[in-house]
């Protein structure tokens, strides 16, 4: 390579920057996770490190609008369907999507190398607040703090956001931790909740570049 000089012996040299040739591929985190009951028939298919597109059909509109903000505010792909006795009513179809989402969840993430582990985030909507910490730390823990003031919103049973969550941490294997700060408007109080789990999981999930092919654990193992 040419190099030239100033007249005070500097090299004048430009750096060489070494690219690999071949770029070591991305493994996308995605899973295809279905349940079949008695009781329900439900897929989910799930992108962890998608851009926020998402399709869901469960017969419930209100978990469906919930799921959508899981989705776009969790920048996951996700797509669900669900069909269940909702002649009887949406316990069943909602606790088995919350199972069929937190075995994907789980699926998605493999052995957890590398990835953050930790999530937290504070949500306002309106006058509701909420604040949400996980981890994905193998050990299912549910901590659940809502204090939703009217029996239904709509026509979705406010009792179901509890079973959801308890269904989703017990597949996905989480700790997490649902506290509401302020809020008395129900609708608020839980899609606060269900957008900072959101960005709580989104952050979880990220993977850290310090910690590439490792468990995030002092035991090596989740």
């Known amino acids: 390579m040419q190099t030239s000089e100033n007249p005070k012996g500097i090299s004048a040299d430009r750096p060489v920057i070494n690219t690999p040739a071949h770029p ?19 897929q989910v298919t799930l992108n962890l490190d998608g851009t926020g597109n998402c399709t869901t059909a469960t017969g419930i509109p209100f978990l469906d609008h919930m799921l959508h903000q899981l989705s776009s505010h969790g920048l996951m792909d996700l797509e669900v369907r669900a069909t269940g006795d909702l002649e009887i009513d949406d316990h069943h179809t909602n606790e088995d ?7 994907a969840l789980g699926k998605a993430l493999g052995d957890r190398k590398g990835i953050v582990r930790f999530g937290h985030f504070l949500a306002p909507l309106d006058e509701a607040l909420i604040q949400v910490a996980l981890d994905f730390s193998g050990r299912p823990h549910l901590s659940y703090g809502l204090e939703i003031p009217t029996q239904r ?3 979705y049973d406010t009792q179901l956001v509890r079973e959801f969550f308890v269904a989703l941490v017990n597949h996905s294997q989480m700790t997490l931790h649902i506290r509401q700060l302020d809020g008395i408007n129900s609708h608020h109080i839980i899609e606060a909740t269900f957008k900072a789990f959101a960005r709580a999981v989104r952050m979880a999930v990220e993977l850290d570049p310090r910690r590439s092919g490792m468990i995030p654990s002092s035991k090596g193992v989740l």
């Open 153 to 155: 919103v709509g026509t």
């Open 24 to 42: 070591q591929p991305f493994s996308a985190r995605m899973a295809t996770v279905r349940r079949t009951t008695g009781e329900t028939d439900v």
């Open 97 to 103: 999507v919350g199972i069929t989402l937190g075995q």
